[in-house]
């Protein structure tokens, strides 16, 4: 399950407005809030102000920090109190694990923001311009492809078979009472149900403005990351170059711990 989150900006003043100074008088002088994503208009009478949708793991932060706090305690009790090589075997095996269960767990993040999506997976940090992303899609994992075939997975966005079977149920009950008038939990089928789990739970679009039915998490993020790719793609503020940057602070501790592993083994 993932949760978006939104990153907090600076919000403006409520006061009054200040009547503007006559030209050659002398008055404070300032730096206005800014923050990422933010977007400001000179010269107008009101400021948009927008900020980066986050979309991370519920799930997986729960069970790194899970982790952590059961490793970190077996290995520092080791540390403590073992004797001969066992201290610094638990030195190596906290080096080599605790960064990448962080990896894995707690860093990925998906950014979303106007002009560009930034996705951090567990050893790589990508900045991906909406202008430069092809499509977003989601089959048995979430991924983001480029305009020259590239592909990026969204560890942040795992796909959760489990939900979407629960989303299609809601679809197949809904679908039912729509079409029957019955309760398809008593009446145990309705159309639709395959295609329904395939496209994780969505139905299309119905006349009237009627509410669909609940959409698994992750089916419902990736949603979200359409709609802002298709109304943002073509402005010029979301070109550019895709970058690539390698985690070597998860990279360097994991192969330091790893070769002092391997060495303490090698020694016996």
Same mark, same amino acid.
């Given at each position: 399950?993932?949760?978006?989150?939104? /990153?907090?900006?600076?919000?403006?003043?409520?006061?009054? #407005?200040? !009547?503007?100074?006559?030209? *050659?008088?002398?008055?404070?002088? &300032?730096?206005?809030?800014?923050?990422?994503g933010?977007? *400001?208009?000179?010269g107008?009478?009101?400021? /948009?102000v927008?900020?980066?949708?986050?979309h991370r793991?519920?799930p &997986?932060?729960a069970? +790194?920090?899970?982790?952590? *706090?059961?490793? +970190?305690?077996?290995?520092?009790d080791?540390?403590?109190?073992?004797? &001969?090589?066992?201290?610094?075997? #638990?030195?190596?095996?906290?080096?080599?694990?605790?960064?990448l269960?962080?990896a894995?767990?707690?860093?990925?993040?998906?950014?979303?923001?106007?002009d =560009?999506?930034?996705? =951090?997976?567990?050893?790589?940090?990508?900045?991906? !311009?909406?202008?430069r992303?092809?499509?977003? =899609?989601?089959?048995?994992?979430?991924?983001?492809?480029?305009?020259?075939?590239?592909?990026?997975?969204?560890?942040?966005?795992?796909?959760?078979?489990?939900?979407r079977? =629960?989303?299609?149920?809601?679809?197949m009950?809904?679908?039912?009472?729509?079409?029957? +008038?019955?309760?398809?939990?008593?009446? *145990?089928?309705?159309?639709g149900?395959?295609? #329904?789990?395939?496209?994780?739970?969505?139905?299309?679009?119905?006349a009237?403005? #009627?509410?669909?039915?609940?959409?698994?998490?992750?089916?419902?993020?990736?949603?979200?990351?359409?709609?802002?790719?298709?109304?943002?793609?073509?402005?010029?503020?979301?070109? +550019?170059?895709?970058?690539?940057?390698?985690?070597?602070?998860?990279?360097? !501790?994991?192969?330091?711990?790893?070769?002092?592993?391997?060495?303490?083994?090698?020694?016996?």
């Open positions: 399950m993932t949760t978006p989150e939104h /990153q907090p900006s600076d919000p403006e003043p409520s006061g009054p #407005a200040t !009547p503007a100074e006559p030209a *050659g008088s002398a008055g404070p002088t &300032g730096s206005s809030p800014s923050s990422e933010s977007k *400001g208009t000179e107008s009478g009101a400021t /948009q927008s900020a980066d949708r986050v793991s519920n &997986g932060i069970g +790194g920090v899970l982790m952590i *706090g059961v490793t +970190g305690w077996m290995c520092v080791a540390m403590i109190s073992g004797e &001969g090589r066992a201290p610094w075997l #638990a030195l190596a095996v906290l080096l080599f694990i605790v960064p269960v962080v894995y767990t707690l860093l990925p993040a998906v950014h979303a923001g106007e =560009r999506l930034r996705v =951090r997976n567990p050893f790589r940090i990508v900045e991906l !311009p909406w202008g992303i092809a499509s977003l =899609r989601s089959g048995y994992s979430s991924e983001v492809v480029t305009d020259d075939g590239t592909t990026y997975q969204l560890w942040a966005l795992p796909v959760s078979l489990r939900a079977k =629960r989303a299609a149920r809601q679809e009950r809904a679908a039912g009472e729509r079409a029957h +008038g019955v309760d398809v939990r008593a009446a *145990g089928r309705a159309p149900v395959g295609d #329904a789990f395939r496209r994780g739970g969505a139905t299309a679009p119905r009237g403005g #009627a509410e669909r039915p609940e959409r698994a998490p992750t089916d419902r993020a990736m949603d979200e990351l359409r709609e802002l790719h298709e109304k943002r793609r073509g402005e010029r503020s979301a070109q +550019g170059e895709v970058t690539v940057r390698w985690a070597y602070e998860i990279m360097a !501790p994991t192969l330091a711990g790893a070769i002092l592993l391997a060495v303490l083994l090698a020694v016996g």
